[in-house]
């Protein structure tokens, strides 16, 4: 696919600059320093009643920076600089843990995310663990999830992993073309895939997840396919594929905006669709249960989500780490996004809080709406006792819409999203946002 000329638009569907995933609302964008009052309020009032816990960890260190990457990594930190941030992860810990909002609750899940959570070395890992399970306990949750860059592993590591109690393990794949993980930045290569994965599955963890990424650079169909084939002769528990997208503050942006070209070098979005799903209706042949827009699991009775789920239903969620989202008691937070800035704040006994939003009940409606459409089917039971008023009718326009374009169908119950309207649910969310967000980009 050529790139276009600055002085003329990009194709329709072409994969222009931007953010197409939607990972929250209200957008991050109106969130504001302006509203981080609202923030120390949150944590001095008492959980609501039957609130999960779940505690987010960003680990932001990697041994290179992939070219498509937004996420806050660094990749030349040394190692005192290392502990002194896992040292202050534990600190601003120490601070959530004194808070009201806690309530002697348990964590009901935790995730360690990046960056690279398996970059760390064993020791780090039990330093850093040890650290936040003696401020709030996780030895009742029911999910520990543990994001892993297969180069970074070893059968050892992976035992230090397993002992910290991690019960879901994901490994970030992406690609299995050594190429294609070269000119996508990727550190590892095909080869570390598969021992990483044997080691993984020689030491039986309770769920194994796949990340693949449909449509980087240089990717081809008959790549693809490839990869679909070699991802099912694994065996994961579950498998979880995204569709390339360019936010502003990646490499492959940066390259595009120095050349003037307004359309990124990968597959277009009707491409990076079908290849979707074509590996769906492949993994559903093979017996996999498609269980949301971006993932497929062998055993949906056993194969899980929790941190996904929850969430999406509502949760408190403690994220800790330079730039680390939180939602408490009904506030949105974000943490400092600079390392100097995150670690000053936390030096100087303060909450490294940068900005927030407490959205309206309104807000908080169409948050659970437009998160749980991802997984292909909503109830409006559930918004109608949760909310009050009636779901049905509160969206009744969008929904009538995207009924007559084949999107999704409404009945009695529910809603329930067509393969069409699965594999583009990200750009069918703003429907259902106020006006005034229908604009704005996510971050």
């Known amino acids: ?223 693809w396919k490839r990869c679909v084939e070699k991802a099912i002769e694994l065996e994961p528990d579950s498998i979880t594929i995204y569709q390339m997208e360019i936010p502003f503050n990646t490499t492959i942006y940066k390259e595009m905006k120095a050349q003037g070209k307004l359309t990124a070098p990968v597959a277009d979005w009707d491409t990076k669709r079908e290849w979707v799903r074509y590996a769906f209706e492949t993994l559903e042949a093979r017996g996999y249960a498609v269980a949301s827009a971006y993932t497929a699991v062998r055993d949906p009775k056993r194969t899980k989500f929790i941190y996904r789920d929850r969430l999406w239903q509502g949760a408190d969620l403690v994220g800790l780490g330079v730039a680390s989202f939180s939602h408490v008691g009904g506030t949105h937070f974000q943490n400092e996004t600079d390392w100097e800035s995150y670690l000053a704040r936390l030096n100087a006994g303060e909450l490294p809080t940068k900005r927030a939003l407490t959205p309206t009940a309104e807000e908080r409606l169409i948050r659970e709406w437009i998160l749980q459409l991802k997984l292909g089917r909503v109830q409006f039971t559930y918004f109608d006792r949760k909310f009050g008023g009636n779901a049905r009718e509160r969206f009744a326009e969008p929904l009538r819409r995207l009924e007559e374009q084949g999107l999704l169908k409404v009945s009695g119950e529910g809603v329930v999203l067509t393969r069409d309207g699965l594999l583009r649910v990200d750009g069918l969310l703003p429907n259902f946002y106020l006006p005034q967000h229908r604009d704005i980009r996510y971050v």
């Open 1 to 223: 696919m050529s790139a276009q000329s600055s002085s003329a638009p990009a194709p329709k569907d072409a994969t222009a600059a931007g953010n197409y995933f939607v990972s929250n609302y209200p957008p991050y964008s109106v969130w504001k320093p302006e509203f981080t009052a609202d923030v120390r309020k949150a944590l001095e009032r008492l959980p609501a009643p039957g609130t999960p816990l779940g505690i987010y960890v960003h680990v932001p260190f990697c041994r290179k920076r992939c070219h498509f990457c937004y996420f806050k990594v660094y990749t030349d930190k040394t190692s005192t600089e290392i502990k002194s941030y896992l040292d202050e992860t534990v600190h601003e810990m120490e601070q959530y843990a004194r808070m009201p909002f806690i309530g002697g609750r348990k964590a009901n899940f935790v995730y360690f995310g990046g960056g690279t959570p398996s970059y760390l070395s064993s020791e780090q890992l039990f330093e850093l663990s040890d650290g936040l399970k003696r401020l709030v306990s996780w030895d009742e949750a029911e999910e520990i999830t543990f994001e892993c860059e297969p180069g970074t592993l070893t059968e050892h590591k992976l035992r230090g992993i397993k002992k910290i109690g991690v019960t879901r393990l994901s490994l970030g794949i992406e690609n299995f073309d050594d190429h294609i993980l070269e000119v996508n930045g990727r550190a590892h290569r095909s080869k570390e895939v598969q021992r990483a994965y044997d080691f993984a599955r020689g030491l039986g963890f309770e769920q194994v997840n796949i990340d693949l990424i449909a449509g980087m650079v240089d990717e081809t169909e008959e790549n």
